[in-house]
């Protein structure tokens, strides 16, 4: 008995330390970085990197490397919650004023609440969200939680295939390892032929993190609420609460966390050039030492 225990550990050392390996591995394949770029190449993110590739480092290299492209593009840091606020009048995306049992962020999606038409602006409300939710993660936990409820959903207020591709592109590519889980709340039938187009965007370690949850189906109920306290789910939800989306409190929220995001980036430091919103890049840093 002692034995097979000391086994398991020693198996999950090994492996932790070949995980440790890989990570400094991709280090060294990376180069020098510096910037925003260096402070968000964190060991944990080149983690989540590695496990999303099957801790292939070329593979994770070239993802990453994709990533700080889009980031030095987009911007998503920079994304402050009056460029986005008219999105969010209906609270058709909004971080949850609760946690999952494992006390992840919680995003609550309503696909029927959609107010606006454009694919660009919508993308730009829901990486901020994004990056809200990681920001607003507790120490040790990497991972968020989806709740998409249909209320309201019909053909008129269906999510564009470009835009529901975009969304899987941008969670997929650009944020790999973040979501745990999302429970897709009682859809009506017709949305399953929408969803046999968009599963094929989905990768297969994100599909498995996707569940259908039926009021009727014991199982798949069971299976939400392992992950979540009913007292806290709101009933369009199968929970116990109620479900009252306050923009104006919401946004002042939102507010006070674009001052925590600037410190956390540093925009509250002042600019040594004239370029308010551009980065000054120091000396490029490697993220291990260079081998002589």
Known sequence: MFSRKSNCQSDQESGELQHEHKVNELKYALGPLSGRSLQY????????????????????????????????AYKPEEIRWPEVAIEGETGKVYRANFHDRHGRTVLILRPGMQNTVSIDNQMKHLVYLIENAILNLPEGQEQMAWLIDFTGWSLSTNVPIKSARDTINILQN?????????????????????????????????????????????????????????????????????????????????????VKAAKLWGFDQPQSNSCGGAEVSPEPEYLAPPVS
């Open 174 to 258: 650009h944020y790999p390892e973040r979501l745990a889980i999302a429970f897709l709340y009682n859809p009506p039938r017709i949305f399953e032929a929408f969803w046999k187009v968009v599963k094929y965007f989905l990768d297969a370690k994100t599909f498995q993190k996707v569940k259908f949850v039926y009021p009727k189906n014991k199982d798949s109920v069971e299976l939400m609420r392992s992950y979540f306290d009913v007292d806290n789910l709101p009933a369009e939800l199968g929970g116990k609460a109620t479900l009252q989306y306050n923009h104006e409190e919401f946004s002042r929220q939102m507010v006070q966390d674009d």
């Open 41 to 72: 190449c964190s060991d944990a993110c080149l983690k989540r990197y590695l496990e999303a590739r099957n801790w292939n480092v070329d593979k994770s290299k070239k993802m990453l490397e994709e990533t700080l492209r889009w980031r030095s």
